[in-house]
């Protein structure tokens, strides 16, 4: 089992930057994938990122490609993700959340999960 603490977020300008990290205890954390998902005011909890759990593959959401990176340090259990070019439409709840070894792309899938940061964008 792990236990995951999310940290990073909070208000930004449009266009700004913030880095979300995702802290996870256990000794195991190299064996999960790890997923960021956000989740806006009345509308469903969404993938942003998502990345293996050795770091190697990474995939994102298009509304996001090309503006946000996710990585691991798997010396530090901790994921992040950095945010760049921030829109309004960023504005959410982000979550980490990780699943056993698979690369899962709907939350459905991912067992474990933290408790969220706010990420509000303004414009």
């Known amino acids: 089992q792990v236990q995951l603490v999310e940290s990073g977020g909070g208000l930004v300008q449009a266009g700004g930057s913030l880095r979300l990290s995702c802290a996870a205890s256990g000794r195991t954390f190299s064996s999960y994938a790890m997923g960021w998902f956000r989740q806006a005011p009345g509308k469903e909890r969404e993938l942003v990122a998502r990345?293996?759990?050795?770091?190697?593959?990474?995939d994102y959401a298009d509304s996001v490609k090309g503006r946000f990176t996710i990585s691991r340090d798997n010396a530090k259990n901790t994921v992040y993700l950095q945010m760049n070019s921030l829109e309004p439409e960023d504005t959410a709840v982000y979550y980490c959340a990780a699943a056993l070894g698979a690369y899962y792309s709907t939350a459905i899938d991912y067992p474990y999960w933290g408790q969220g940061t706010q990420v509000t964008v303004s414009s």
């Open positions: 990345i293996s759990w050795s770091g190697g593959i990474t």
